[in-house]
């Protein structure tokens, strides 16, 4: 007896299998719905820059080393634990993904030299990277948007820069924010404020942890930006750099105020605010929720004159903040879940021989600015007229666009309402588009 045949493998049974790959950790996809929401915090934010005459720039995403080892300081935690630095495998340069992007703003405007003319306001928006533990509000790839003004030595635009974000907060309902302010002085002053901190740091050492026994003598000032509750009373007592301040670093200071008061801007005075970059000088200040747990400043900024001559530039005054776009959005979640947008209308096809007509049609109707979704399927599970209007209701549109064969031989297509109960419905031309377009828009 002869041995029966063995079968063929199938291909997608010789085929290989590959391993599911997902995301690195701590960075995430952002998918529809959710999409919407950026995408609309990004319009209002766009709108608000264009009334205070703020213009974008796009910097790229990676940046030399040296720009932010300089630029932010060798001894800032960004600098020390965070960066995704790596060497270029062509030319040897150490380069590094942008862990912030007021470095890189400063770099392009000195490199181009972009203040020959006078100052510049400047807005961004994008992604940053620091390698750290991803928590709530903080992730690996995280998104910042922020606005520098450059060339400007003014008391008044640091207050400008304050009530931009204070506006946007307006703009977008949130009312859980509360703005802190200090000032960082300048150098000398903050050189004696230095020396009075060691002292006072040297003598309850003891009480240190790690972290601020390294910064002793490196940068005393970040210590006081701790998060431990076990440093509190030393840092409490701490000298107060307010206190260190000269007669024009306090005109400055109560200029800024003076102008937040009579906006009507509300702040809190804190004079342990030191921010986490080496750069800032004078006035520094965050927005701070409750709303977020231990991950509540939503913006924070400053003045940094020193930063472009630093980082080899023509020296100029410059002031901005950054504020961190998944926090602000998770607030905006709590008073309003994510939603896609609705199409104006679903084009339902019976019979896909008719695509050819109905895409002309979509076209031009899409060309008159009306949004609509088109039925799609294989040829041979096209789909019956109850599928598509399950899909139709699914989607959110006001109306259905029926081209039937009926419809079209008469140079048509129904018109029917999904959204007003009733079902409406009427016919309307081919040929008549624009009219029938604008109704389908202003009903929407």
């Known amino acids: 007896m002869s041995e029966k045949p063995q079968a063929a493998p199938s291909a997608a049974a010789s085929a290989p299998r590959f391993e599911k790959l997902s995301a690195v950790k701590g960075m995430n996809d952002i998918l529809p ?39 932010l300081g060798e001894v800032t935690d960004i600098v020390e634990k965070e960066m995704y630095s790596f060497e270029d495998k062509l030319n040897g340069e150490a380069l590094t993904l942008r862990p912030e992007n007021t470095a890189g703003v400063v770099r392009a405007v000195a490199e181009h030299s972009m203040l020959y003319d006078g100052g510049k306001r400047l807005y961004y928006m994008g992604p940053m990277f620091r390698h750290e533990r991803p928590q709530r509000g903080r992730y690996r790839q ?44 300048q150098p000398a002053e903050r050189k004696a404020h230095r020396a009075a901190l060691i002292a006072h740091f040297e003598q309850h050492e003891a009480l240190l942890d790690e972290d601020a026994r390294r910064r002793l003598h490196s940068n005393p000032l970040r210590i006081l930006d701790t998060k431990n509750p076990a440093m509190r009373e030393v840092v409490e007592s701490a000298p107060r750099l307010i206190d260190f301040l000269g007669e024009a670093s306090l005109a400055h200071f109560n200029t800024v105020r003076g102008i937040l008061d009579a906006c009507g801007v509300a702040y809190t005075i804190n004079p342990r605010l030191v921010r986490g ?11 701070i929720t409750e709303s977020l747990g231990s991950q509540g400043t939503i913006c924070g900024g400053g003045r940094y004159d020193y930063l472009i001559e630093q ?78 209007f399950k899909k139709a209701d699914a989607s959110g549109a006001r109306h259905a666009l029926i081209f039937g064969g009926d419809e079209l031989a008469r140079g ?28 389908l828009q202003s009903q929407n």
């Open 277 to 287: 970059m080496d750069y800032y000088n004078l006035t520094v200040f965050e927005f």
């Open 142 to 185: 995280f998104h910042q948007i922020g606005a520098e003004a450059l060339g400007f030595p003014g008391a008044e635009v640091d207050a400008e820069l304050i009530l931009l974000a204070n506006a946007l907060w307006q703009e977008l309902g949130l009312k859980d924010v509360r703005l802190e302010l200090n000032s960082l002085g």
């Open 311 to 388: 980082i080899g530039g023509k020296a100029a005054p410059a002031v901005g903040w950054a504020l961190g776009v998944e926090r602000v959005l998770e607030l905006l979640r709590e008073q309003a879940p994510a939603q896609a947008p609705a199409p104006d209308a679903y084009a339902i096809v019976p019979d896909a021989a008719a695509l050819p007509v109905v895409l002309k049609t979509l076209v031009q109707l899409r060309a008159l600015g009306v949004s609509v979704q088109m039925h799609a399927g294989a040829a041979e599970s096209w789909g019956s007229m109850k599928s598509q």
């Open 412 to 439: 048509e297509v129904t018109v029917k309402s999904l959204r007003d109960g009733a079902g409406a419905q009427q016919a309307r031309a081919l040929g008549d588009l624009p009219q029938w377009a604008i109704t």
């Open 33 to 71: 719905p959710e999409s919407a929401q950026w995408e609309w915090l990004e319009d209002k934010v766009r709108q608000l820059m264009a009334r205070h005459a703020y213009r974008n720039i796009r910097t790229p995403i990676v940046e030399p080393t040296p720009l932010f080892v300089r630029g």
